[in-house]
């Protein structure tokens, strides 16, 4: 059910506003039905009642009462006196319509000893004979009563029935159909004027929306592209709080880079000193450790510095064969004899930064070295998904502290040593790395041990 909801903004307030008009409009709508059918049936009560007090029996010079000729219907308005009530078997009396014609005569002056009032289709008169002969002649029966409702009362002195009739005619079908018109005609109107308004908030709203999608995947855009401030003033007040915090951030940015270079120019300098000073120690095997720190101080720097900037790349996207880098960088193990191979693999071009995706590659390769002593590295397209895999055959890693591992600064040998884990920043650099393309890497256990992480693309 909720598939078929809307999911925008707009969409879900045409349909509350829909919803709530048809509630509204049905309401109505029955009431002013009930209020029909009111008026109808009182109209009727003061027809009987009327031609129960005022209405008179027509009768000849000889003081008999006058009927009509056979087979015509006696006048609808004349009062009929008869010996015996006109009520058959099969009518159903209407107790509601005798309480009210009861107290309309009695607040007349008119004392009913019994009243009987029911309805009677049309077809079961010498009335509806000759409403269905004027039918056949006409060839049309709109207009023609629905039924007769008849009054049969005997008053407190008399033993006779005074007998009135009245019509009731068929309801106006246009009351339904103007019901049906009057709310198009505010569906139309309403919903249009809404439309348009919540159209002036969520228009500026979707742009805002493509703006910080675009800036979260690319932190370096300008301030061209921003959005203007637009729409009612809430939305306006929101479009410019955004502009001065996408200033802000990218004020803080740019003053983090200059801040990393000058790091990393401050601290590179004096240990490339270093390094030509410790030239000048005689002891072999005491220099060898000291270029070793040295070199390890040099990359952490180098990776703190990469992860720190990964968010703000200032090399290009270009289309490069997966399969083919990938392949480069275990060449270059391989080259240093190390224990990293090939497996199967899938050619595959995406829009990458080759510099950047062959970093996280080699880390990943690098971690698995370092803890399981070798790596297969593979590519394989998997549904929409370019998948690098690199597995070992190590000890693995705990299942609790599988997503801790990729966080920065986080192995699990406590200490710093290179041969044991170095600083913790491979693995949070190639996630950064694959995030920036849009990906995700992921570590799991193999089911035969080791470790498998995979770098997921985006195809």
Request: proline content about 5%; some cysteine; charged content about 30%.
């Amino acid at each position: 059910m909720k598939r078929f909801l809307p999911k925008s903004l707009q969409g879900q307030m045409l349909l509350a506003v829909a919803l709530a008009l048809l509630v509204a409009q049905g309401i109505g709508a029955s009431v002013a039905y009930r209020a029909q059918l009111e008026r109808e049936d009182n109209g009727i009560i003061h027809s009987l009642a009327f031609r129960m007090i005022g209405g008179r029996i027509l009768r000849d010079d000889d003081g008999r009462e006058m009927r009509p000729p056979p087979g015509r219907p006696p006048r609808m308005g004349r009062l009929l006196r008869m010996a015996e009530t006109p009520l058959r078997e099969s009518d159903h009396r209407n107790h509601a319509f005798e309480d009210k014609l009861g107290r309309i005569l009695a607040a007349q002056g008119f004392v009913a000893t019994e009243i009987q009032v029911f309805e009677r289709d049309t077809s079961d008169t010498v009335l509806g004979r000759f409403i269905e002969r004027r039918r056949a002649l006409r060839g049309d029966g709109r207009g023609d009563p629905k039924s007769i409702v008849v009054a049969a009362v005997r008053g407190q002195d008399s033993n006779e029935w005074l007998v009135a009739r009245t019509l009731r005619d068929q309801r106006e079908p246009r009351f339904l159909r103007n019901l049906i018109l009057q709310t198009l005609l505010i569906y139309v109107v309403l919903i249009g004027v809404i439309a348009l308004i919540l159209r002036q908030i969520t228009k500026p709203l979707a742009a805002l929306t493509r703006r910080v999608e675009d800036f979260a995947a690319n932190p370096t855009l300008g301030p061209d592209g921003r959005v203007e401030p637009q729409g009612p003033l809430d939305t306006r007040s929101l479009i410019a709080a955004h502009n001065a915090m996408e200033a802000r951030i990218g004020t803080l940015l740019d003053e983090k880079d200059v801040m990393l270079g000058a790091i990393g120019h401050d601290l590179k300098t004096p240990l490339a000193a270093l390094r030509v000073r410790i030239e000048s120690v005689d002891d072999d095997d005491e220099r060898a450790k000291m270029a070793g720190t040295i070199e390890d101080i040099t990359r952490t720097l180098d990776d703190i510095l990469s992860l720190a900037r990964v968010g703000r790349p200032s090399d290009p996207q270009e289309p490069t064969e997966i399969s083919a880098l990938t392949a480069s960088v275990v060449e270059e193990f391989e080259d240093m004899g190390e224990a990293v191979e090939l497996g199967d693999t899938t050619r595959i071009v995406l829009s990458v930064r080759a510099t950047w995706l062959r970093r996280a590659i080699r880390n990943l390769a690098s971690n698995a070295l370092r803890y399981a002593g070798g790596a297969c590295v593979t590519v394989e397209k998997r549904g929409k998904l370019a998948v690098i895999s690199v597995t070992d055959n190590g000890p693995g890693i705990p299942e609790d502290e599988l997503d801790r591992m990729m966080e920065p600064f986080e192995r699990g040998d406590p200490s710093r040593n290179r041969g044991t884990g170095g600083a913790g920043i491979g693995l949070a650099l190639a996630r950064a790395i694959a995030e920036q393309h849009g990906g995700s890497l992921v570590l799991e256990n193999r089911a035969e041990g080791g470790l498998r992480a995979e770098i997921r693309l985006p195809l």
